[in-house]
């Protein structure tokens, strides 16, 4: 089954509300950065929750989100557009850290509980607009939340989920985002802070085999929302050989003749999908022409 976002208004339109199964976008993120469990759930749930925040953004506008934390992982970095194809990477693929205390992935002490999160977004004008918060959680949906309330002023709670199998394959991704709207009557919002308390992790609701529309049934409760839309959502690298070209065309004509001397070409390799370019010996010259 194709991965797919679901977005749904709950409550008289007062709720809005998301949830996306994302473990196929998730699978292939972990297969091209060969990342293992630390990296793979916290590279999954940054790759989640920015989807979540691109689903609202144009077609072909495009939102970044970088998560430079203190932990071993290094910086995170997920891009997403308006057709909910996302691509990422994490610097340090290959961190093993203890489980935590609940025996769980211990994606706090790999991001960090200190650093900074920040989102830009770019909608076609001059400028991008972007907006920073400090990490207060490195659990990532907390630090989603936080952005929310601070940067963007809409009060949301999320969940992001990865379970990551004894092989470092990934078993189940995905994630739900409830987000209050202006006027939302204050009994409405009680009701669900208290049923949002009594949700299991996402991975269990689709390990269970759950349905994006079943996890939002079970927030909102049945004949309480609306489905506006289910659409695809995929892991998508516009990297290409041209665009490289043209990176290596930006840079002085005196690194690219050392790349011809001591090697007789260059291999560029894309951080968000880690596809390799190779460029001949003529291919630089051509450049320096």
Not at 105 to 125: H, Y
Not at 225 to 250: I, Q
């Amino acid at each position: 089954m194709t991965d797919s976002l679901l977005r749904a208004l709950a409550f008289d339109d007062q709720i809005r509300v998301m949830a996306i199964d994302a473990t196929d976008t998730v699978r292939e993120a972990q297969e091209r950065h060969d990342t293992w469990a630390n990296a793979s759930a916290a590279l999954g749930r940054t790759l989640i929750g920015t989807l979540f925040l691109a689903a609202t953004i144009g077609e072909d506008d495009l939102l970044t989100v970088r998560i430079a934390g203190n932990g071993p992982l290094g910086q995170i970095l997920a891009t997403a557009n308006g057709k909910h194809e996302v691509k990422g990477y994490v610097v340090k693929p290959h961190v093993e850290l203890p489980l935590n205390e609940q025996g769980k992935i211990d994606v706090r002490g790999a991001v960090g509980t200190e650093g900074t999160f920040t989102v830009t977004k770019n909608l076609g004008m001059a400028q991008p607009f972007s907006g920073q918060v400090p990490i207060v959680s490195g659990e990532i949906a907390e630090d989603f939340t936080y952005y929310l309330a601070q940067s963007e002023q809409i009060p949301s709670a999320m969940g992001l989920g990865v379970l990551v199998d004894k092989d470092e394959s990934i078993k189940q991704a995905g994630g739900w985002m409830v987000q209050v709207l202006p006027g939302a009557d204050d009994h409405v919002i009680d009701a669900l802070e208290q049923q949002i308390q009594t949700l299991p992790p996402v991975t269990t609701m689709l390990n269970a085999g759950m349905t994006t529309e079943d996890i939002v049934d079970a927030i909102a409760g049945p004949d309480h929302y609306r489905v506006l839309a289910e659409e695809p959502v995929a892991f998508h690298c516009d990297c290409s050989k041209e665009r490289f070209r043209n990176g290596l065309a930006s840079i002085q004509p005196e690194e690219i003749e050392a790349m011809i001397a001591e090697d007789h070409g260059a291999e560029v390799i894309c951080q968000f999908c880690g596809k390799k370019y190779h460029f001949s010996e003529d291919e630089l010259k051509a450049i320096i022409a």
